[in-house]
Nanobody, 124 residues
Framework: QVQLVESGGGSVQAGGSLRLSCAAS????????MGWFRQAPGKEREGVAA???????SYAEFVKGRFTISKDNAKNTLYLEMNSLKPEDTAMYYC??????????????????WGQGTQVTVSS
């Protein structure tokens, strides 16, 4: 059974940094595409970043140069380093996983497994 547990969210001021973690279990972690998504109140869930089994990455335009996705296969853990945070980054952040080939497109429909989310709040 695939389990994804996020941590690391919190409240920061604009310009600050946070590192999100996602601990994965129940599957062959290294063979899956992993991604981070976010959803703000009243808005649709949107892709933030993804990393494929071979280490290839993709980012949404609105986080390029500020966020970095990485993974540690030995620890079965996915990370999202977030710098230069803006109030508009405020959202619930979700970790996602899938064995399919389309994860780098950052479409929520291509991910079959989801964590419960961790809240990120950025104040101005």
């Amino acid at each position: 059974q695939v389990q994804l547990v996020e941590s690391g969210g919190g409240s920061v001021q604009a310009g600050g940094s946070l590192r999100l973690s996602c601990a994965a279990s129940g599957y062959t972690y290294s063979s899956y595409c992993m991604g981070w998504f976010r959803q703000a109140p009243g808005k649709e869930r949107e892709g933030v970043a993804a990393i494929d089994s071979d280490g290839s990455t993709s980012y949404a335009e609105f986080v390029k140069g500020r966020f970095t996705i990485s993974k540690d296969n030995a620890k079965n853990t996915l990370y999202l380093e977030m710098n230069s945070l803006k109030p508009e980054d405020t959202a619930m952040y979700y970790c996602a996983a899938d064995q399919g080939p389309y994860g780098l497109a950052l479409s929520a429909g291509d991910f079959g497994y989801w964590g419960q989310g961790t809240q990120v709040t950025v104040s101005s």
